[in-house]
């Protein structure tokens, strides 16, 4: 069996502010989670606001320090007491991380200059810095906006700038921590093809945070939390055949599985809930109602 590229085992984190709060009350934001991700798994993280998702990803970064527990990146304990601030550059550097607003996360004021900024830090050669960068522009399909302001992009545009800047490192594993969120419909399709064009061509892990249901549906698996634990897990069909728990995790349900549940109600003869698409769906549907 192949290590998996992320392994936590008994996690648990509590932010300082909270501390000295009776541990009862579940105030932990992370609260004993145990989790494996292979290499080039595309894992959706699926749960409610507060649920703990941005600070599980920030854990796997290490942005935070967990209070318990372990994790191991590529079989390398990263939650030790003697890491290095080069440690944790190494960790940084396989896992990266694009956050939910695109004018946070750029720093210059031309675009290639902008996906250069990481591979700068790296102290890598003038050569090797120039071949990162086309190379990230153009697996975002941003090249011939190399020479733009980044200010002057579209929300969609700027993301994959941003994600370019991810790329260019040669991260094994990216998390997208609701990249997509404050995009309008078109970004958003133009982010998530990205995302897919990463995972299934570059080989890239890919964990997905998101609150879209449809972005989650094309994961290979997904992860419900909820109160800083893993609520269900299990493929996209496995978890939106279970429409009752996800409601109680306060989360939507695929259109087309919320339909049929429905329908389901008065049929005698099920119809098995799972993932359709719309055409799917519908035939489904013709051949129960026997048009
Ligand atoms: P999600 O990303 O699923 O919305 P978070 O991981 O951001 O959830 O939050 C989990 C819990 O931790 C919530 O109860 C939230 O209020 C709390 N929390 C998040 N960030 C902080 C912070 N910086 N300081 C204190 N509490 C926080
Ligand atoms: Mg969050």
Redesign the pocket.
């Known amino acids: 069996m192949n290590t998996p590229l992320i392994k936590i085992e008994n996690l648990s984190f509590k932010?300082?502010?909270?501390e000295g709060e009776d541990k009862k009350e579940n105030?932990f934001?992370?609260n004993d989670i145990s989790l494996e991700i292979n290499e080039g798994e595309f894992v959706a993280i699926l749960?409610?606001?507060?649920?703990?998702?941005?600070?599980?990803?920030?854990l796997m970064n290490m942005i935070l320090t967990p209070n318990e527990g372990k994790i191991y990146i590529d079989g390398i304990d990263i939650t030790r007491p003697d890491m290095t601030e080069d440690d944790i550059f190494e960790v940084r550097k396989k896992i990266g991380m694009v956050f939910q607003n695109p004018d946070n996360q750029l720093v210059a004021t031309v675009v290639e200059e902008d996906v250069a900024f990481g591979p700068e830090n790296l102290g890598l050669p003038p050569v090797e810095i120039r071949r990162r960068v086309n190379e990230a522009l153009s697996i975002v399909n941003m090249k011939e906006y190399a020479r733009h302001a980044p200010h002057r992009l579209s929300g969609g545009q700027k993301q994959r700038v941003a994600i370019a800047g991810t790329i260019a490192m040669r991260p094994k594993c990216i998390i997208f921590?609701?990249s997509t969120a404050m995009l309008d419909p078109i970004g958003r399709k133009e982010v998530m093809n990205t995302i897919l064009r990463l995972n299934k061509k570059e080989k890239i892990t890919v964990i997905l945070?998101t609150h879209y249901m449809n972005e989650a549906t094309l994961a290979d698996r997904v992860i419900v939390?909820k109160n800083?634990e893993i609520y269900l897990s299990g493929t996209p069909n496995n978890v939106f055949s279970q429409p009752d728990k996800l409601w109680q995790a306060g989360l939507e349900v695929p259109q087309s599985v919320e339909l049929i549940h429905k329908l389901n109600e008065h049929l005698d003869d099920k119809i098995p809930l799972g993932v359709y698409d719309f055409d799917k769906c519908a035939e489904l549907i013709k051949d129960k109602i026997k048009i």
């Open positions: 932010y300082p502010e909270n105030n934001a992370v749960g409610h606001n507060g649920s703990g998702k941005s600070t599980t990803a920030k921590d609701e945070i939390m800083g």
